[in-house]
């Protein structure tokens, strides 16, 4: 598959080079050679069948698909298996591909098959007509929705089905052996509570060494307090008192030093890989989808440590193995000509064969179990005891796939900054985004 960069206005000399990387028979194209499809195109004409043994080209976007080898793994493995049928791959700078996936599918592009990257948006793009109506297509297929473990739910409106997860990520404890064993300290359990890890956090810090780091997103916040499924970022009737705790321990954990300042991260613009491979910070929560990235950080040398994982900890009074996490869904554009090929594609990427290709890579599929978590945790260069680590009770969405939650996501990051840069006092700042996401949702 050749894979071309699209580079963004900012981005460096070395990326704006890196136009071609071989990697198999698949073509690319640029972000702006997706021509247009007629308005009147109804995604189910006949040359998305492969009946006549012509080959049909699937123009699919993506993110950082350079940097995501499972991803490319997999499509791979569907063009070997679906000869008939060869992908373009229009892969997008990840800061920048919202914005270009609207555009393309406002526009009326040729897009046939996009990833998500942000699952809660998928409603606005079914608000908008552009999602085909998967419900026929995995009928007859005889889908099972079962083997997605709940996570395909979020995808469906008003009875119907409109995409299907490929990825399922969610959050995880990672440590550093090293620090614990400096310490002559007990590795994190499987099951720990919030109480506990703030506890050990402050076990861990000092000599220029840090208990824990905990990002900049509001999600440090946020994510523990909807952790035990009775709430969401949108459950402003509560006047988001299940998020207070939390910052409680964030500040009492930052003013302690047990956590770097979040005003020097934020005008650092610190990335968490690049923090926790330094190898100073003993524990950090963070989601499934860094286990590739940290495995390549040892391998590479970057990281020079030995780690380890262990499952979120989780409030008090909730069961251990409660998480919060997200889908990456596949959808297939309402105006596609291409719509029987699109299909084979996103039930291949969601299915069993899909799945297996992901687990091998490293990476958690949606399609899910005990078989192909220990796929995962068999990669080499994976820490022990991860299997178990990666066991979970329940994966609570960190946002609900509902109306206005881009609005809302707005406003809980701008209350986050000011509580976390001392602007404003927890109980203020709840009751201004409380009043704010009033007005959002009722307005």
Not at 6 to 22: E, P, Q, R
Request: hydrophobic share 35%.
């Amino acid at each position: 598959m050749k894979m071309k960069r699209i580079a963004a206005a900012g981005l460096t000399a070395v990326m704006a080079a890196s136009v071609l990387t071989a990697c198999g028979g698949a073509t690319s194209s640029s972000s702006g050679s997706t021509g247009t499809s007629s308005s009147g195109s109804t995604g189910t004409s006949s040359s998305g069948s492969t009946a006549s043994g012509e080959q049909v080209t699937l123009k699919v976007s993506l993110w950082d698909a350079t940097s995501n080898p499972a991803d490319l793994a997999a499509i791979e493995a569907f063009e070997a298996a679906n000869p008939d049928i060869k992908i373009d791959l229009i892969d997008i700078p990840s800061n920048d591909y919202n914005t270009k996936l609207n555009t393309m599918l406002n526009g009326g592009s040729q897009l046939d098959v996009f990833f998500i990257k942000q699952a809660d948006s998928t409603k606005s793009f079914y608000d908008k007509g552009q999602l085909l109506d998967l419900t026929d297509y995995i009928a007859e297929s005889g889908v099972d929705l079962s083997g997605f473990n709940g996570t395909a739910d979020g995808f469906a409106f008003n009875g119907k089905q409109y995409g299907l997860p490929v990825r399922t990520d969610y959050y995880v404890l990672y440590y550093n052996k090293d620090l614990f064993d400096a310490k002559g300290i007990a590795y994190p359990s499987n099951d720990m509570t919030w109480t506990e890890f703030e506890k050990l956090a402050g076990e861990l810090s000092g000599d220029g060494n840090y208990g824990a780091y905990m990002h900049t997103w509001q999600a440090m916040a946020y994510n523990w307090g909807i952790q035990d499924g009775k709430n969401t970022v949108l459950s402003y009737e509560t006047g988001y008192d299940f998020v207070k705790p939390y910052y409680e321990m964030l500040l009492r954990m930052q003013d302690a030093g047990y956590i770097q300042d979040y005003g020097q991260l934020k005008s650092g613009n610190i990335h968490y890989s690049g923090a926790f491979a330094q190898g100073n910070v003993a524990m950090m929560p963070m989601g499934t989808w860094f286990l590739g990235t940290m495995k390549s950080k040892v391998e590479s040398g970057e990281a020079k440590f030995n780690w380890g994982v262990a499952t979120l900890p989780h409030p008090d009074g909730v069961e251990a193995g409660y998480t919060v996490g997200a889908s990456t869904p596949l959808a297939i554009n309402s105006a596609t000509k291409n719509a029987d090929a699109a299909w084979r594609f996103v039930e291949f990427m969601t299915g069993e064969e899909g799945s297996a290709v992901y687990a091998k890579e490293g990476y958690i599929p949606a399609r899910s179990d005990s078989t192909i978590l220990d796929t995962v945790a068999a990669n080499e260069g994976m820490p022990e005891g991860l299997a178990e680590a990666l066991q979970t009770k329940n994966i609570v969405p960190d946002r609900p796939i509902a109306d206005h939650v881009g609005d809302v996501d707005l406003v809980l990051g701008e209350q986050h900054s000011m509580i976390m840069l001392g602007e404003a006092t927890i109980d203020d700042a709840l009751a201004d985004l409380t009043s704010q996401v009033k007005d959002i949702m009722e307005g």
